[in-house]
T-cell receptor, first 116, second 116 residues
Framework: AQTVTQSQPEMSVQEAETVTLSCTYD???????LFWYKQPPSRQMILVIR??????QNATENRFSVNFQKAAKSFSLKISDSQLGDAAMYFC?????????????FGAGTQVVVTP | ETGVTQSPTHLIKTRGQQVTLRCSSQ?????VSWYQQALGQGPQFIFQ???????GRGNFPPRFSGLQFPNYSSELNVNALELDDSALYLC???????????????FGEGSRLTVL
């Protein structure tokens, strides 16, 4: 079974600064997908960024980018130019390429606090 | 285009009772997944429905059951409620095929269940 580990319960960042969230995962598979989801106080999970394991290039979405290290099984998220609206719980998630479409394995989450 | 909607938003039950939670998928989506999110934890996959059939299940006992209707709305039923069933229940919809490539799920805001 795959496991996803987020070792940082909380990270604090000042507006306009950069913060990096860590995520490691354990799998014996070679084909899979990785995601970062954001959960604000409204509780609705929102996809931030995704990465296909077969792609070596790191995914980027505006101010959000990842550092995907397949051999190390590491998938960190960098938030640049942090904004107050980035404050939320961030979850790293894994999906096997052979699993049900909607079956994601989530980590425990990292709370991001943004200070003015 | 309407998003994923869930009802009720909050409810309180007592141990041993039964509960039904409802989800209306995003327009055009034919797959629905249900997750349980205990306080301070990441979501845990319960099961997924595609074309009214369960086609993937997590590590949850049979007293967790579901239905998907022809209009792709869905229900999660939990029998013989236990105190540990207290959690946020999230519904997520996707379009089969699309999620297989991107894994993008569209989540509702959840139903907060408290079992006393």
């Amino acid at each position: 079974a795959q496991t996803v580990t987020q070792s940082q319960p909380e990270m604090s960042v000042q507006e306009a600064e950069t913060v990096t969230l860590s995520c490691t995962y354990d799998t014996s598979e070679s084909d899979y997908y990785l995601f970062w989801y954001k959960q604000p106080p409204s509780r609705q999970m929102i996809l931030v960024i995704r990465q296909e394991a077969y792609k070596q290039q790191n995914a980027t979405e505006n101010r959000f980018s990842v550092n995907f290290q397949k051999a190390a099984k590491s998938f960190s998220l960098k938030i640049s130019d942090s904004q107050l609206g980035d404050a939320a719980m961030y979850f790293c998630a894994y999906r096997s390429a052979t699993d049900s479409w909607g079956k994601l394995q989530f980590g425990a989450g990292t709370q991001v606090v943004v200070t003015p | 285009e309407t998003g994923v909607t869930q009802s009720p938003t909050h409810l309180i039950k007592t141990r041993g009772q039964q509960v039904t939670l409802r989800c209306s998928s995003q327009s055009g989506h034919n797959t629905v997944s249900w997750y349980q999110q205990a306080l301070g934890q990441g979501p845990q996959f319960i099961f997924q429905y595609y074309r009214e059939e369960e086609n993937g299940r997590g590590n949850f006992p049979p007293r967790f059951s579901g239905l998907q209707f022809p209009n792709y709305s869905s229900e999660l039923n939990v029998n013989a409620l236990e105190l540990d069933d207290s959690a946020l229940y999230l519904c997520a919809s996707s379009l089969a095929g699309l999620a297989g490539v991107t894994g993008e799920l569209f989540f509702g805001e959840g139903s907060r269940l408290t079992v006393l």
